[in-house]
């Protein structure tokens, strides 16, 4: 039973386009929510994190939305550039506190086209 | 600041061995996590310790082991391997107390092959 879901294996995007990368859980206890980057042959790196308080989080190109009626996130990666292309994953903790505890999810392979 | 270290990167082992990972988390990062990545699953936790006490454990066998030591290198061990235990195995530390994100820094992996 997959509590942090990511339903699109793939996604391939022009260069200066938007990436949107989804994500769901079903674990209402999850109150926070964090996206990670993974390239090939290296461990996954920290992206941008949200609290379940907030609906919105920015970090320069990255943007991250929770609707927590859907239980649904989003990453938004605006302008996309080739750089970008990595597998994605989307994980999720109980509080901040214990967010050394992560559900991931299966991970999304973005690819972004020159 | 030196990263997250993993030893060994790559390693094959035959069915009913057993197989003992390390890990050297960033210097002053007290916790430690390990987690097991397999096509198409994704991560799946197996462990954290913080001060050579296992504090959270995750949905895998007793196969699974792990230990913390007084300077915070942890081991995890696999006995009796089994072909589905074949993936990436990657390690995480954490600063404790640390007040935010709760970030994981990860390590490189170590890639475990079962024949």
């Known amino acids: 039973d997959q509590q942090v879901k990511q339903n699109s294996p793939s996604l391939s995007v022009q260069e200066g386009r938007i990436s949107i990368l989804n994500c769901d859980y079903t674990?209402?206890?999850?109150?926070?929510f964090l996206w990670y980057k993974k390239y090939p042959a290296e461990g996954p790196t920290f992206l941008i994190s949200i609290s379940s308080i907030k609906d919105k989080n920015e970090d320069g190109r990255f943007t991250v939305f929770l609707n927590k009626s859907a239980k649904h996130l989003s990453l938004h990666i605006v302008p996309s550039q080739p750089g970008d292309s990595a597998v994605y994953f989307c994980?999720?903790?109980?509080?901040?506190?214990?967010?050394?505890?992560?559900?991931f999810g299966s991970g999304t392979q973005l690819t972004v086209l020159p | 600041k030196a990263g997250v270290t993993q030893t060994p990167r790559y390693l094959i082992k035959t069915r009913g061995q057993q197989v003992t990972l390390s890990c050297s988390p960033i210097s002053g990062h007290r916790s430690v996590s390990w987690y097991q990545q397999t096509p198409g699953q994704g991560l799946q936790f197996l462990f954290e310790?913080?001060?050579?006490?296992?504090?959270n454990k995750g949905n895998f066998p007793g196969r699974f082991s792990g230990r913390q030591f007084s300077n915070s290198r942890s081991e995890m061990n696999v006995s009796t391997l089994e072909l589905g235990d074949s993936a990436l195995y990657l390690c995480?530390?954490?600063?404790?107390?640390?007040?935010?994100?709760?970030?994981?820094?990860f390590g490189e992996g170590s890639r475990l092959t079962v024949l």
């Open positions: 674990n209402s206890m999850f109150d926070y």
């Open positions: 994980a999720a903790s109980g509080s901040p506190g214990s967010a050394r505890q992560l559900t």
């Open positions: 995480a530390s954490s600063p404790e107390g640390r007040a935010g994100t709760g970030e994981l820094f």
């Open positions: 310790y913080f001060s050579e006490t296992q504090r």
